[in-house]
T-cell receptor, first 109, second 113 residues
Framework: QKEVEQDPGPLSVPEGAIVSLNCTYSNSAFQYFMWYRQYSRKGPELLMYTYSSGNKEDGRFTAQVDKSSKYISLFIRDSQPSDSATYLC?????????FGKGTKLSVKP | KAGVTQTPRYLIKTRGQQVTLSCSPI?????VSWYQQTPGQGLQFLFE???????NKGNFPGRFSGRQFSNSRSEMNVSTLELGDSALYLC????????????FGPGTRLLVL
């Protein structure tokens, strides 16, 4: 079992839809959870960072961490065509950052 | 502030050759990490340098090496290239080794023929 599992998609939604992206993990030592967005031919950029459990909101983006279920989510409200990108979850305990393989999202106008 | 820059952006090599990739971090950032990104394995951590010292290393063979200079610029070297080394190599910088916010460069796309 891989440490971090992420559905690769692709995921296609109409503009204005609510998008839900998810990752599961197996290592209960993970405490730091992040979501990165990667546009084509670019490096990843940090979207959201959460320490331990709970929710965090930033504009149209909400990150949720459920440590009891070893499950993290990123919600995008009122999705826009400019949100079309690959979204990578990442997490770590005391060691290196472990990334999911990414979910490719396409938001159609 | 200028972002993380990586050179070259694209590279084609043949099996058995070696390659050196360069990364200039954001001004003032002292930590530089390197990652390999492939469709099959995703983004995998190679190593991290802080103040010219390797702080952390991922699970890659010894053919992959790196170094950091006193101005925080970093180089990554891959010797005896294999076809499986074809990937996007990403560099990320952060202010200190303990900071969770790291900034990625655009990457160097390496193709090994």
């Amino acid at each position: 079992q891989k440490e971090v599992e992420q559905d690769p998609g692709p995921l296609s939604v109409p503009e204005g839809a609510i998008v839900s992206l998810n990752c599961t993990y197996s290592n209960s030592a993970f405490q730091y959870f992040m979501w990165y967005r990667q546009y084509s031919r670019k490096g990843p950029e940090l979207l959201m960072y959460t320490y331990s459990s709970g929710n965090k909101e930033d504009g149209r983006f909400t990150a949720q961490v459920d440590k009891s279920s070893k499950y993290i989510s990123l919600f995008i409200r009122d999705s826009q065509p400019s949100d079309s990108a690959t979204y990578l979850c990442a997490m770590r305990g005391q060691g290196n950052l472990i990334f999911g393989k990414g979910t490719k999202l396409s938001v159609k106008p | 502030k200028a972002g993380v820059t990586q050179t070259p952006r694209y590279l084609i090599k043949t099996r058995g050759q070696q390659v050196t990739l360069s990364c200039s971090p954001i001004s003032g950032h002292r930590s530089v990490s390197w990652y390999q990104q492939t469709p099959g394995q995703g983004l995998q951590f190679l190593f991290e340098y802080f103040s010219e010292t390797q702080r952390n290393k991922g699970n890659f063979p010894g053919r992959f090496s790196g170094r950091q200079f006193s101005n925080s610029r970093s180089e990554m070297n891959v010797s005896t290239l294999e076809l499986g080394d074809s990937a996007l190599y990403l560099c990320a910088s952060r202010p200190t080794s303990g900071s969770e916010t790291q900034y990625f460069g655009p990457g160097t796309r390496l193709l090994v023929l």
